[in-house]
């Protein structure tokens, strides 16, 4: 059963700071990694995700995967107030018995 | 945007009651997902299905049961509601293909007491 670990627990930053978050997973033959984003009563949001080795950037977004570590981080340059959510990393297990594992989440709050 | 829209949004059962928890999604997408999640252990996979009158086991299964009886809808039933399974439930649905992203509702919110 693919584990999937996410630090920090929480974090807090300043408004427009760089944010950084991290992501271990046990299986290296997982066929995508994911990031999601939930806020407080809803339900989680996809925002990017990266399928090979290297990084990906989309706007504010960056993901770095390295499948020889394990390891997936996001970044996100410029945070905003409105970026305080939860995040939650995701790792999709294709074949015969596809699905999507999460980790526990990371908490931002990004103080103005 | 895809539209995935759960029922009840809250709900307040007995212990030893039934639960039905409902779930349409109008994306047209074969795989459906229940998980729960509960403050400590994020968001964990209870059953989910490729298509409709299929489901499969997720990684906590016991005492849950899923039912798809067509595309659009997918079930969770408790048949034997416990306090353990209070907790906020969603339902999600994705195409499917490698790395399909899921598009989630908005929640069930269960206690049982």
């Known amino acids: 059963q693919e584990k999937v670990q996410q630090s920090p627990e929480s974090l807090i930053v300043p408004e427009g700071a760089m944010v950084s978050l991290n992501c271990s997973f046990s299986?290296?033959?997982?066929?995508s990694i994911w990031w999601y984003q939930q806020h407080p009563g809803k339900g989680p949001k996809a925002l990017i995700?990266?399928?090979?080795?290297g990084n990906k950037k989309e706007g504010r977004l960056t993901v770095y995967l390295n499948r020889a570590s394990l390891h997936v981080s996001l970044h996100i340059k410029d945070s905003q107030p409105s970026d305080s959510a939860v995040y939650l990393c995701?790792?999709?297990?294709?074949?015969?018995?596809?699905?999507?594992?999460f980790g526990k989440g990371t908490k931002l709050s990004v103080k103005s | 945007e895809a539209a995935v829209t759960q029922s009840p949004r809250n709900k307040v059962a007995v212990t030893g009651g039934k639960v039905t928890l409902s779930c349409n999604q109008t994306?047209?997408?074969?795989?459906m997902y229940w998980y729960r999640q509960d403050t400590g252990h994020g968001l964990r996979l209870i059953h989910y299905?490729?298509?409709?009158?299929?489901?499969e086991k997720g990684d906590i299964p016991d005492g849950y049961k899923a039912s798809r009886p067509s595309q659009e809808n997918f079930s969770l039933i408790l048949e034997l509601a416990t306090p353990s399974q209070t907790s906020v439930y969603f339902c999600?649905?994705?195409?499917?293909?490698?790395?399909?992203?899921?598009?989630f509702g908005e929640g069930s919110r269960l206690i049982v007491v």
């Open positions: 999600a649905s994705g195409a499917r293909n490698s790395g399909n992203t899921l598009y």
């Open positions: 299986d290296s033959a997982s066929q």
């Open positions: 995700s990266i399928f090979s080795n």
């Open positions: 995701a790792v999709y297990s294709g074949g015969s018995n596809a699905k999507l594992t």
């Open positions: 994306n047209n997408h074969n795989n």
């Open positions: 299905s490729y298509g409709a009158g299929s489901t």
